[in-house]
């Protein structure tokens, strides 16, 4: 996996470009089946991807945290939500609760998340591959790409299908 994850940013930047106009069409012409198609091309991916081997969104990125994350997450370490906050959050240029750093402050070394079970939404949903009208988020998949293998493979997958 280590190979692998110093591998990605080169390859998602070569396949940038192609990649942007192979959504800007997809958004443009939307195939009727894509949510049925993604959320096979997500089930195959990860029947093979161990998220456990890598964890490369929790050691790069920070999730945003809705207010229904904050109060889930607050609650189970017995803290008020504005101690939660305080202690791990801050607000980032478009407003958000974000984390204070990262790598995940809640990753463990062994890449188990401490706080799985009630984990924000975002890390719920990441990639987001499987996500209904696909096509609206070309842009974040073009990001999660450069983060995510699976992620990267999936949109491989999708570009071959749709030829």
Same mark, same amino acid.
């Given at each position: 996996m280590d190979e692998v994850l110093r591998e990605l940013p080169k390859k998602a930047k070569e @396949?940038? *470009?192609? &990649? @942007?106009?192979? #959504?800007? $069409?997809l958004k443009k012409k939307t195939p009727k089946n894509l949510d049925y198609m993604m959320q096979e091309l997500h089930e195959a991916e990860f029947k +093979?991807?161990?998220c456990l081997t890598c964890a490369n969104c929790c050691k790069t990125t920070g999730p945003l #945290?809705? &207010? %229904?994350?904050?109060? =889930?997450? *607050? @609650? *189970?370490? =017995?803290? $008020?939500p504005q101690k939660f906050i305080d202690t791990y959050l801050r607000i980032d240029e478009e407003n958000d609760f974000v984390l204070q750093q990262v790598p995940c402050t809640f990753l463990g070394a062994d890449n188990y998340c401490s706080i799985y079970d009630v +984990?924000? @939404? %975002?890390c719920r949903e990441f990639p987001h591959t499987d996500r209904k009208k696909f096509q609206q988020i070309s842009n974040l998949t073009l990001k999660n790409v450069e983060i995510c293998p699976a992620a990267f493979n999936i949109v491989e997958e999708m570009k071959k299908l749709m030829k």
């Open positions: @396949k940038h *470009s192609e &990649n @942007k106009k192979f #959504f800007t $069409k +093979r991807t161990d #945290f809705t &207010n %229904a994350d904050v109060e =889930r997450i *607050s @609650k *189970s370490f =017995r803290m $008020k +984990r924000p @939404k %975002a």
